[in-house]
């Protein structure tokens, strides 16, 4: 794994940090200094000289586990992530994977609690204090 120093400007702001390619479109970002993001974020990637734009990025997930990010399982859910269209197929993804946490998902998402109680429901679960439980009685209902 190489990483390369870079400037990345997001909205006002811009910090130094450096990035690592995976695969294909796919990279990680590592930061200098905290940068407050959410999912489907932009970003203007630039040379460490800052005299040229070398790409523009989007935010596909704020949070990667910090073993296995080569695996071939793992770098199928992130493209997966990145073809998610909206919150729905977001979560679809994040639960393909398990347990979602629900305050990480709301911030990444920035969703607020309806938003996210009527995703949760959506899904078939429903929230059992900070992860979506599920919930096979409301499927059997519903039928």
Not at 85 to 101: I, K, M, Q, Y
Request: aromatic share 6%; charged share 20%.
């Amino acid at each position: 794994m190489q990483w390369q120093p870079l400037h990345i400007h997001h909205a006002a702001s811009h910090v130094t940090g450096r990035i690592s390619l995976l695969e294909g479109t796919l990279a990680e970002l590592v930061f200098d200094t905290p940068l407050w993001l959410a999912d489907n974020d932009r970003l203007v990637l630039r040379d460490i000289s800052a005299r040229t734009t070398l790409a523009g990025a989007r935010v596909v997930t704020l949070n990667s586990p910090r073993r296995g990010k080569r695996k071939p399982e793992y770098l199928q859910w992130l493209s997966a992530l990145e073809n998610a269209r909206d919150d729905s197929a977001a979560l679809a993804t994040h639960l393909e994977r398990g347990a979602v946490n629900i305050p990480d998902f709301v911030w990444a998402r920035q969703l607020n609690g309806d938003g996210m109680r009527q995703l949760i429901e959506q899904h078939g679960f429903y929230s059992g204090g900070l992860q979506p439980v599920e919930c096979p009685c409301r499927r059997a209902l519903a039928a």
